[in-house]
């Protein structure tokens, strides 16, 4: 397979959990928002050059190829892994463009040091979480969990009275705002059991209508 209908291929896909387009690259700070986004959930590739409806249209200078290693190399804390094909292909002969378009891949692996953190503009670093097409804010709950997780894995559970009546209080899904003011439990250490609880199975989280709602399994 040439590079072209290996690209189109992976186009026909369309955007999601594991693949976006870029059209152009003109702010290193919002790519790294994606690159954070892969890094901290399963991976994945940036397409760069590719419209949102599938177009090539090609990365249109070394400019822009220099704000990609800038997105991953400075603008992400701890540096994430990245890695950069570049396609030279032509464009569909039917739209009467002509000379050659280059097309980067940036694939981004899962990162064993998470959170990955994006840097903005203000230099306020956030971590990002990839969720279907989307790359959403983390909440404090998932920064509790990557922590937990780079415990030792003989780390046990132990149900004590919080515990207990935190789980009494999640009885549907709930935002953690709410488990807070239910549980009348300080926020700092609602947070960590939650995430202890996640970690070992017994809580679940999904994001729906723009936030993120917690419920035992």
């Known amino acids: 397979?040439?590079?072209?209908?290996?690209?189109?291929?992976?186009?026909?896909?369309?955007?999601?959990?594991?693949?976006?387009?870029?059209?152009?690259?003109?702010?290193?700070?919002?790519?790294?928002?994606?690159?954070?986004?892969?890094?901290?959930?399963?991976?994945?590739?940036?397409?760069?050059g590719v419209r949102d409806d599938g177009h090539l249209s090609?990365?249109?200078?070394?400019?822009?190829?220099?704000?990609?290693?800038?997105?991953?190399?400075?603008?992400?804390?701890?540096?994430?892994?990245?890695?950069?094909?570049?396609?030279h292909v032509t464009p569909d002969t039917s739209s009467g463009e002509r000379g050659l378009r280059t097309i980067v891949m940036a694939t981004v692996p899962p990162s064993t040091k998470r959170p990955v953190c994006a840097i903005d503009e203000t230099g306020r670093m956030r971590a990002y979480i990839r969720i279907n097409d989307e790359n959403i804010v983390a909440s404090p709950v998932h920064l509790a969990l990557w922590r937990e997780s780079q415990k030792?894995?003989?780390?046990?559970?132990?149900?004590?009275?919080?515990?207990?009546?935190?789980?009494?209080?999640?009885?549907?899904?709930?935002?953690?705002?709410?488990?807070?003011?239910?549980?009348?439990?300080?926020?700092?250490k609602v947070i960590i059991l939650m995430a202890r609880l996640i970690r070992f199975g017994t809580l679940h989280w999904e994001y729906t209508g723009q936030q993120f709602l917690f419920s035992q399994h």
């Open 58 to 87: 090609g990365v249109r200078s070394e400019e822009e190829i220099y704000m990609m290693h800038q997105a991953a190399y400075r603008y992400c804390k701890p540096e994430a892994s990245i890695k950069f094909d570049t396609y």
């Open 152 to 188: 030792s894995q003989g780390v046990m559970l132990t149900y004590n009275d919080d515990i207990r009546h935190l789980l009494d209080v999640i009885q549907d899904r709930l935002t953690l705002n709410q488990i807070v003011r239910l549980s009348r439990l300080p926020r700092h």
């Open 1 to 48: 397979m040439d590079d072209k209908r290996y690209l189109l291929s992976l186009i026909r896909e369309g955007e999601h959990q594991q693949q976006d387009f870029k059209y152009r690259v003109a702010d290193a700070c919002k790519l790294a928002k994606s690159v954070s986004a892969f890094a901290n959930t399963d991976g994945g590739r940036l397409l760069i």
